[in-house]
């Protein structure tokens, strides 16, 4: 039966059971380890490491529990290590290659892009498939320098997670998305007669559609919410940063 442990005992919690000399051991570890490792990830090149992709991500995760416990376990020879922080990288050089030469075994290993937003409003079929909620994917355009979803024609998530953001030729009329709606929320409206050009949109997804088809009380035909604003026209084109 294993002795008790013997709480706040300074002893055991800065320096453990092992020699003075083994911190040497460590500092040795750390250098061949981390030495070793930089250089393989600078073959891997600079796609691994720009973005992160389904693939890059398990090699992160991969080489940081090989590389982690090579720097600091005593019972891990570092040859060991060394092997497994190989291969793990080879597998990975093989998946690139693969996912070069083959469009089917990209779209199985890092997937497709995702419609995100249609002609203005947000398409939850590629909320859905990615498990974003629509303040998420908000939230993801006004850092691209959108404030109102009529400046955008199509927006897609990309397979490295990035939004790429396509703008129509000219804005028109949508829901505005800046400031977010958790610190100013959008004014309902409930009135088809007062809505301008006879036109509501979504507070949840953006849709426009004709305000007597849906006020009062319809709900969103592309979202399901039964929330309505009125839609606003964006601020000029010419004065927003590019995406």
């Known amino acids: 039966m294993d002795s008790p442990v013997t709480p706040f005992d300074l002893q055991r919690m800065f320096l453990g059971d092992y020699p003075p000399l083994y911190y040497a051991e460590v500092a040795f ?21 720009a973005q992160l992709s389904m ?39 093989a998946l690139d290659k693969l996912i070069v030469q ?6 199985i290993i ?20 990615r498990d974003l909620g629509t303040n998420e994917v908000k939230a993801m355009l006004r850092c691209a ?4 979803l009529g400046q955008v024609e199509h927006a897609y998530l990309e397979t490295h997670g990035s939004i790429s953001v396509f703008r129509p030729a000219k804005a028109r009329p949508g829901l505005a998305i800046v400031p977010p709606p958790d610190v100013t929320p959008h004014e ?7 809505a301008p050009d006879g036109m509501a949109c979504c ?41």
């Open 188 to 194: 309902p409206l409930t009135d088809a007669g007062v």
């Open 102 to 107: 083959s469009r089917r075994a990209e779209a």
């Open 29 to 49: 570890r750390v250098v061949v380890i981390y030495g070793y490792t930089l250089a393989l990830i600078r073959w891997v090149g600079g796609r691994g490491i």
């Open 110 to 129: 890092d997937g497709h892009p995702l419609a995100l937003v249609r002609d203005g409003a947000l398409v939850n079929e590629g909320l859905a498939a």
């Open 55 to 93: 693939v890059e991500l398990l090699l992160v995760i991969a080489l940081g529990s090989a590389v982690g416990d090579a720097m600091f376990y005593d019972d891990v020879p570092l040859l060991v290590a060394m092997w497994v922080i190989t291969l793990v990288v080879l597998v990975n050089k």
């Open 203 to 243: 507070c949840d997804c953006g849709a426009v559609v004709r305000a007597a088809d849906v006020i009062p009380g319809g709900a969103c035909s592309n979202c399901g919410h039964d929330c309505w604003t009125a839609p606003v026209m964006p601020p000029s084109l010419d004065n927003l940063p590019e995406s």
């Open 145 to 148: 320098g959108i404030a109102n």
